[in-house]
C-alpha cells in the first residue's frame, strides 16, 4: 500500500511541507506534479518504491492505458555515487539522457518567477546530508506524457518522493 502524508503520525518537516506547497501534496491525479513521504526500511531497494508511487500517482490512468504504456519510458536515468557533495540542481542539470534532460527546465521551474524558491526547496530536501540514496527515473506515457520521479531516502528510511509528469 503507498501511504501519503495524510497517513503519517509525525508530523513533516518544514522542508517537505514546502516541497509540497511548490510541487504539490500526494496525488492521484495522473498530471502534474505531488510529493510523497513515507517510511522504508532503511537500506531498501528505491527502485520498487519509486515504481509504486508512480503507479499511485498515474492512479486510474494505468489501468486505462496499461502498465505497457506507463512503464515503456521508465528507467533510471541517475543515481548519486557515494561520497559526493549533494547538489541536487546541478546533478538534474547534468542528466545525459537527452529525452530526461529536456524535462529538467521544467522541473526546476526555470521559466517561472518561484524559480529560487523551486530550487531552495529540493535542495533542502535532497541535498540534506543525511540523504544516503537518490535515484532520478524518466517516466511517461510512452506518448505524449512524460516526467521524471525523484527519490530520495535517508539513512533512517525516511523517503520523500517527488514525480512530475506532464505533456
Not at 491525479?29 to 505531488?34: D, E, L
Not at 547538489?87 to 542539470?93: C, D, R, S, Y
Not at 527515473?137 to 512524460?146: E, F, L, Q, R, T
Amino acid at each position: 500500500m503507498v501511504s501519503d502524508s495524510s497517513d503519517q503520525t509525525q508530523p513533516l518537516s518544514e522542508a517537505i511541507t514546502i516541497l509540497q506547497a511548490i510541487y504539490g501534496p500526494p496525488s492521484q491525479g495522473g498530471f502534474g506534479s505531488a510529493v510523497f513521504y513515507d517510511a522504508i526500511p532503511p537500506g531498501a531497494d528505491l527502485e520498487p518504491i519509486a515504481l509504486r508511487y508512480y503507479q499511485h500517482f498515474v492512479g486510474k490512468l494505468w489501468e486505462q492505458y496499461g502498465e505497457s504504456a506507463w512503464m515503456s519510458a521508465w528507467k533510471q536515468v541517475y543515481v548519486r555515487p557515494p561520497g559526493i557533495q549533494p547538489n541536487i540542481v546541478a546533478e538534474l542539470k547534468a542528466i545525459g539522457d537527452p529525452a530526461a534532460a529536456n524535462y529538467v527546465p521544467i522541473l526546476l521551474l526555470n521559466e517561472t518567477d518561484d524559480q529560487a524558491k523551486a530550487q531552495q526547496a529540493l535542495a533542502s530536501v535532497f541535498d540534506d546530508p543525511q540523504v544516503t540514496n537518490l535515484n532520478v527515473y524518466a517516466i511517461g506515457d510512452g506518448a505524449a506524457m512524460s516526467g521524471l520521479l525523484l527519490a530520495g531516502c535517508r539513512a533512517t528510511g525516511e523517503t520523500t518522493i517527488l514525480v512530475s509528469l506532464l505533456d
